[in-house]
């Protein structure tokens, strides 16, 4: 296993990791110092340089978006930081925010300083009351401090920061349909193009970055692009925060190379620690719920954006849920073909008809009711809201309709046999266990 | 008579927390703050009822169908009165791989209650996930949140209800 500096967790546990006492004891704000002694457009070209890839699920060049803000434009420029996190399998940005807020605000300062930028938006998911509360303080503490407010830091550049929640809706987090909700509308995704660095939040060009990904930038203007850039690989800066949940002993956030494979991050022991007793990995979904699901023979694999892409599925958000042999796959498809059918926003055909039918036929397989052709049903609904591969190529106006239909391609492709035998045998083989439980409520 | 919607200290908590709101929003771009102005509401009233919504929308220059609009599209605002305790069980997948359907039927069965039903005392539901999936099972009342759940945890929980 590869051991990387921690750029992220570095403080968390650390008493008072959550204050700006305890943040400034650690050398805090200092990067903000080094960037205002620079011209924003240095501070661009740093991240650039850096190899920071956007950390919300599509891997995103950071500088290079910073870099598509329109030069010498009459209206303001807004940030977005994206806190809405509710990728199914996700919980490292809830860990950011409730354990080192600042180094999230700090990253936040530099990054308006470079866009020239005088108000950022937080949009937090309205579940986050605790999050939301830790951050609030930290924006009051920053704002008391003279960092925030009519002057950045003591020089004179006015910055508003204020955190707006939201109230429970997963199509919130697409970055324009987070605009329409931060423009106070319901959250409906727009029409690519224009993107947001062009016309964003009040017509106005915007940044959208997700929290990790803000949260990487004091480190890389602090120790330099080459040395952040050398932690990663050649395409993809630093480490990255991973969050393994399901079937494992030592489920959590850990912050890992980009080298780091499937394999070690669930069998070492200061990783996942291995399978529960008797055990075995059956199935690994790598980037989050809307990632193509991998089988236990394809696990050695780089969690990584260009390594994972190589394997037809993704690095997403960094959510990885592990599931082992006790498991029914029927059943774990359909829960998360079910969360889409409950997320579609309605306003594309495909996705809001689709996906409430990939629920039906998948719960009818599941239920002992399928018949010959239900698969090929199922494929062709998942077909109809998005081909694969390749990803993105998906017939709806956002890409929750990909996130959707991936899932249901790879999860029948790469274990047929299962769906087969459960419409063969007219009742699901897992019985009333079909999770296998273990754990706290096992 | 109307029935008030706010009693004074209610009415000057909205509206000295509308002024604090709207100070982050561009003088032309009131409705923005819609999201924060229906949490503000539903903060006071526990819910949103219609004679808030109207206030809302008038305090932010738009119509009272826009607040309807929003308010119905987020499963945390209520248009209608929920029970006294709002119970948010999450059985998305990583939940559910270590005992979330579990979780819901010993709720179910401790309250009486089916899932996405209500009564004056309790709203029982299904969520989506809530980005706790390394701790779970999880869920949330009232949006305090809950985690790495056991039966004995779970029954200590239900003992709090009153
Ligand atoms: C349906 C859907 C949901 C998304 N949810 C999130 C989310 O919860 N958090 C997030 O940061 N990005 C989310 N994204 C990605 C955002 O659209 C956007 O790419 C990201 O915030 C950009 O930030 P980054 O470049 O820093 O990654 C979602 C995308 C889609 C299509
Ligand atoms: S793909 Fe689905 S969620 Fe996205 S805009 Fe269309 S209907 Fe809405
Ligand atoms: S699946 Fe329950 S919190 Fe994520």
Redesign the pocket.
């Known amino acids: 296993m590869i051991e990387v500096e921690k750029v992220i967790t570095k403080n968390w546990g650390r008493p008072g990791s959550n204050t700006l006492d305890g943040y400034r004891s650690t050398g805090g704000y200092r990067a903000l110092e080094k960037a205002l002694a620079q011209a924003p457009a240095q501070v661009t070209e740093e991240v650039k340089r850096s190899n920071l ?10 500088g290079m ?1 910073w870099g598509f803000v329109p030069k010498d434009n009459p209206k303001p420029v807004y940030l ?1 930081v ?6 199914p399998g ?1 919980f490292k ?1 809830r860990y950011i925010l409730e354990n080192d807020p600042h180094l999230l605000l700090e990253g936040i300062a530099i990054t308006c300083y470079a866009l020239n930028c005088h108000q950022a938006y937080i949009y937090s ?1 309205g579940e986050f009351k605790g999050p939301s509360a830790t951050l609030d303080r930290a924006i009051a503490e920053a704002y008391a401090a003279g960092i925030f407010g009519k002057q950045l830091m003591g020089k004179p550049f006015a910055l508003d920061v204020y955190q707006v929640r939201g109230a429970g809706a ?9 605009l329409e909700s931060l423009e106070g509308k319901k959250g409906w ?1 727009r029409l690519k193009p224009p993107f947001p660095a062009v016309v964003g939040l009040f017509g106005a060009p915007t940044v ?7 949260a990487n930038v004091p480190a890389i203007l602090d120790r330099g692009a080459a040395w952040y850039a050398g932690l990663g690989t050649e395409k993809s800066g630093g480490t990255r925060l991973i969050c393994l949940s399901g079937s494992v002993n030592r489920p959590g956030v850990y912050e890992c190379s980009m080298k780091t494979t499937l394999k070690e991050l669930i069998f070492e022991p200061t990783l996942g620690g291995g399978m529960p007793p008797g055990r075995q990995v059956k199935a690994v979904i790598p980037g989050g719920s ?1 990632a193509p699901v991998l089988s236990a023979d394809e696990l050695d694999v780089a969690m990584e954006f260009e390594a994972l892409k190589a394997k037809n599925t993704m690095a997403g ?1 960094g959510g990885v849920i592990v599931m082992d042999d006790a498991t029914c796959l029927v059943r774990s498809l359909w829960r998360v073909a079910r969360f889409y059918a409950e ?1 579609s926003c309605g306003q594309c055909t495909p996705c809001r008809e689709g996906t409430p039918w990939q629920t039906r036929i998948l719960r009818k397989i599941e239920e002992g009711r399928g018949e010959a052709g239900d698969l090929e049903l199922l494929l062709h609904v998942a077909s109809t809201i998005a081909p694969f591969p390749p990803i993105g190529l998906g017939n709806t106006i ?3 309709g ?2 959707a239909a991936l899932p249901v391609h790879s999860f029948v492709s790469k274990f047929k046999l299962e769906f087969q035998s459960h419409i063969a045998q007219r009742k699901c083989p897992f019985g009333d266990a079909p999770w296998g439980h273990f754990g706290g409520f096992a | 008579m109307a029935v008030l919607l706010f009693s004074a200290e209610q009415q000057q908590k909205f509206d000295s927390g509308l002024v604090e709101i709207l100070s982050h929003y561009p003088a032309d771009r009131k409705s923005a703050a819609m999201l924060p102005a229906l949490r503000l509401l539903q903060s006071l009233k526990g819910w949103l009822p219609p004679a808030g919504l109207e206030q809302v929308a008038e305090r932010l220059g738009t119509t009272r169908e826009k607040a309807y609009e929003v308010a119905t599209f987020y499963v945390m605002f209520f248009t209608r009165q929920p029970g006294k305790y709002v119970l948010d069980v999450c059985t998305n997948l990583s939940c559910s791989l270590r005992g979330a359907e579990k979780v819901l039927a010993a709720l179910e069965q401790k309250l009486g209650l089916k899932a996405g039903s209500a009564n004056d005392r309790f709203t029982l539901r299904e969520t989506e996930c809530l980005a706790s999936c390394g701790t779970g099972p999880c869920l949330q009342v009232n949006e305090d949140h809950h985690e790495s759940l056991t039966p004995a945890k779970l029954d200590a929980l239900v003992a709090t209800f009153t």
């Open positions: 890839r956007g950390r919300g699920g599509a891997g995103f060049p950071t978006k977005a994206n806190a809405d996190e509710s990728e996700t940005d998911r997963y199509i919130c987090g697409e970055e324009t349909a987070l995704p959208v970055n997700n929290v990790e990904t803000l809307s958000s997320e956002c890409a929750l990909d996130a």
